[in-house]
């Protein structure tokens, strides 16, 4: 009886494996457009296919976003588009002109954004703070 209790038990916990990911983006320029955040799971789709993607219009200096996603690696990103236009506006040598970031607050340097800078572990309900910049 106990050995079936603990099968049971097991694979309750197995199958409800998703956590809350929480992002508070800082340093929104209010009024201005929306923030969008766009989550990214595996190197192989970094930048090109998100898994899911929220928008919140730009109304508070400080925007929070939830997410529920099985325990794994991710990447975030967020930016701020400034014109509504649902996407990163980008300038000369492709330099973002409208404020952006990633998790692990990650800042590229003259070149586009590493995975291997940007991911982490989700393991358990977690919040993540990512200054817009």
């Given at each position: 009886m106990i050995k079936i209790f603990a099968i049971?038990?097991?694979?309750?916990?197995?199958?409800?494996s998703k956590v809350i990911l929480?992002?508070?983006?800082k340093n929104v320029q209010v009024g201005k457009g929306s923030v969008?955040?766009?989550?990214?799971?595996?190197?192989?789709?970094f930048l090109k296919k998100h898994l899911l993607e929220k928008t919140?219009?730009?109304?508070?200096?400080i925007i929070n976003f939830t997410f529920e996603i099985p325990a794994g690696e991710y990447v975030v990103a967020v930016y701020q588009d400034l014109n509504n236009n649902k996407k990163l506006?980008?300038?000369i040598f492709?330099?973002?002109?409208?404020?952006y970031g990633f998790s692990n607050n990650?800042?590229?340097?003259?070149?586009a954004p590493k995975y291997n800078g940007c991911k982490f572990w989700l393991a358990r309900?977690?919040?993540?703070?990512?200054n817009l910049k």
């Open positions: 049971l038990l097991l694979s309750a916990l197995l199958s409800s929480r992002v508070e983006v969008v955040a766009d989550i990214f799971h595996g190197k192989n789709n919140i219009k730009a109304d508070s200096s506006d980008k300038g492709s330099i973002p002109t409208e404020p990650y800042r590229p340097f003259m070149s309900d977690t919040v993540i703070t990512i």
